[in-house]
């Protein structure tokens, strides 16, 4: 079976509570990315709506199991597998910051988010409850798992993935960063080192996939990138610009990483001692 996968990070900006345009955008995006042979196709955090919504939060709030919206996209995805953001309401009418694993014309999987920062100027706790379980998906009998922006600073869901038998962690993000002197964005040195530390101690491939733009004041950098099961960033997407960034990755790779580095079965679960 070929172990080599093509993929696509779309770095996007997103209209602030204008659903029905982002959809629009998406599908354009999807038909370029379709046009580079993409067969992964992964998307920025709550790129169907914007990420500072707040009292918009309930606005656009989508069904994930009912959505036309998630169907459209799907559909019109034909033979990729596509990852978009958006926020779901349960039908109890909990919202979930959430990511929409689509192929085959239809939702495969939900991903909600687990760790929901609420201080400084993140809001998200205040709107959203927070997710309880991960979930992988697979593409081509490959199994992969979804990482939404905070859940990376938190090792142990990625740790989780990977001991599952996830090759591959997604990862979208709405990032505010900060403009500055520097070639690289104020704080997005941090992301990287977030990036290549969880490929090193989780033996995996990681795809970071950021937007960009402004919205209510905040700054986001974009700086999508690829990073190797050895923690090595091998594509970066431009800074401040929309961006479709493709490269091909062979999953194989993790294989030989982890022959070499077996952190994960070396790994002890008997430890005793504070929790």
């Not at 029905?20 to 990315?33: C, S, V």
């Not at 009912?66 to 990852?83: D, Q």
């Not at 990977?162 to 704080?187: D, F, K, M, Q, Y």
């Not at 062979?250 to 001692?273: N, Y």
Request: net charge negative; charged share 25%; with cysteine.
């Amino acid at each position: 079976m070929d172990s080599t996968l093509t993929v696509g990070l779309a770095q996007i900006d997103a209209r602030l509570g204008e659903l029905q345009a982002n959809l629009t955008r998406h599908l354009e995006w999807i038909e370029r990315a379709q046009e580079r042979g993409v067969q992964l196709l992964v998307f920025p955090e709550l790129s169907l709506t914007g990420y500072r919504l707040l009292h918009l939060t309930p606005q656009v709030a989508i069904d994930s199991s009912a959505s036309p919206e998630l169907v459209r996209l799907a559909k019109a995805a034909r033979g990729m597998t596509v990852i978009v953001g958006f926020v779901e309401a349960m039908p109890s009418g909990v919202l979930h910051n959430s990511a929409a694993v689509l192929a085959d014309g239809a939702v495969q999987v939900v991903q909600r988010k687990i760790h929901l920062p609420t201080y400084g100027i993140f809001q998200e706790g205040r709107f959203f409850a927070p997710g309880n379980r991960l979930e992988r998906f697979r593409y081509d009998g490959e199994r992969a798992g979804i990482l939404i922006c905070e859940d990376l600073w938190h090792p142990i869901p990625a740790r989780r993935l990977a001991r599952a038998g996830a090759r591959l962690l997604v990862v979208l993000s709405a990032a505010p960063g900060r403009i500055g002197p520097h070639e690289i964005p104020e704080s997005h040195d941090t992301w990287e080192a977030l990036t290549r530390a969880t490929a090193i101690m989780d033996t995996s491939w990681v795809l970071y996939c950021n937007r960009v733009g402004f919205e209510e004041g905040s700054f986001y950098a974009g700086g999508s990138h690829v990073v190797t099961p050895d923690g090595q960033i091998t594509e970066r997407a431009p800074f401040l610009d929309e961006h479709l960034l493709v490269a091909t990755i062979d999953l194989s790779e993790v294989d030989r990483v982890r022959r070499r580095l077996p952190l994960l079965t070396a790994e002890r679960q008997d430890i005793e001692g504070p929790e």
